[in-house]
Nanobody, 114 residues
Framework: QVQLVESGGGLVQAGGSLRLSCVAS????????MGWYRQAPGKQRELVAI??????TNYANSVKGRFTISRDTRNTVYLQMNSLKPEDTAVYFC?????????WGQGTQVTVSS
């Protein structure tokens, strides 16, 4: 089985920074895409950023220039979040994909106070 474990969430003031980490472990040796999604109360889960196995990245327009996604060679993905805004408040979920199969972490809360 595959497990994704996120860490790094918390409470931060507007303009501050946080760094999320997600470690993937289990029977999968390597993943295709890895990424971060978020879900705010009353809203649908949305893509924040994604990075392919070739390190090609894609970002939601709302976070471009503020967030940076990266991954290492051992199936760990990071999300550096700078210039945080109250509207970034959400539960952030790590995602890892192998072909058409998606794996999800349990989520980590990010709260940005104004």
């Amino acid at each position: 089985q595959v497990q994704l474990v996120e860490s790094g969430g918390g409470l931060v003031q507007a303009g501050g920074s946080l760094r999320l980490s997600c470690v993937a472990s289990g029977s999968i040796v390597s993943f295709n895409d890895m990424g971060w999604y978020r879900q705010a109360p009353g809203k649908q889960r949305e893509l924040v950023a994604i990075i392919s196995s070739d390190r090609v990245t894609n970002y939601a327009n709302s976070v471009k220039g503020r967030f940076t996604i990266s991954r290492d060679t051992r199936n760990t993905v990071y999300l550096q979040m700078n210039s945080l805004k109250p509207e970034d408040t959400a539960v952030y979920f790590c995602n890892a994909k192998v072909l058409t199969v998606n794996f999800w972490g349990q989520g980590t809360q990010v709260t940005v106070s104004s």
